[in-house]
C-alpha cells in the first residue's frame, strides 16, 4: 500500500509540473531531486511553455495571418498541455518531439 501511495504521490507532482507552466516546472525541479519521471515532466514543462511563448511572439508579428495563428496555435498549446497532465497523472511518459529528447536527457543527470 506504500508502493501505491508513493506511486500516487510521483504522479501527482509530474502533473503539478505542468499547471503553472514553465514555473511550476522549476518549482518542481528545486523540490525534486532524484525521481527522473518527475524530473522528466518538469523539464518537458519548462521547454514546452517557453518554447510556446517564443512562438507566438514571433508570429504574432507577421501581418495579416498572425491573428489567426496565435489563436490557432494556443489551442493546440492548451489540448497539448491537458493531454500531457493526463498522461502525467497516468504515470506515462509521453515525449513531445525534440523537446521530449532535451526533457529526457536533463532528466538524467
Same mark, same amino acid.
Given at each position: ?5 508513493? &506511486?500516487?504521490? /510521483?504522479? =501527482? ?5 505542468? %499547471?503553472? #507552466? ?18 522528466? &515532466?518538469?523539464? /518537458?514543462? =519548462? ?5 510556446? %511563448?517564443? #512562438? ?54
Amino acid at each position: 500500500m506504500n508502493s501505491a501511495k508513493s &506511486h500516487e504521490n /510521483q504522479n =501527482i507532482e509530474a502533473v503539478n509540473s505542468y %499547471l503553472m #507552466f514553465f514555473l511550476s516546472g522549476f518549482l518542481i525541479l528545486q523540490t525534486v531531486k532524484h525521481n527522473k519521471f518527475v524530473r522528466f &515532466h518538469a523539464y /518537458q514543462s =519548462i521547454y514546452f511553455s517557453i518554447a510556446f %511563448l517564443v #512562438f507566438i511572439g514571433l508570429i504574432n508579428y507577421l501581418p495579416y495571418v498572425g491573428y489567426y495563428l496565435v489563436r490557432l496555435f494556443t489551442t493546440a498549446f492548451f489540448l497539448t498541455w491537458f493531454y500531457l497532465i493526463l498522461t502525467a497523472y497516468q504515470n506515462k511518459e509521453i515525449k513531445l518531439p525534440y523537446i521530449g529528447d532535451i526533457a529526457e536527457k536533463e532528466s538524467k543527470k
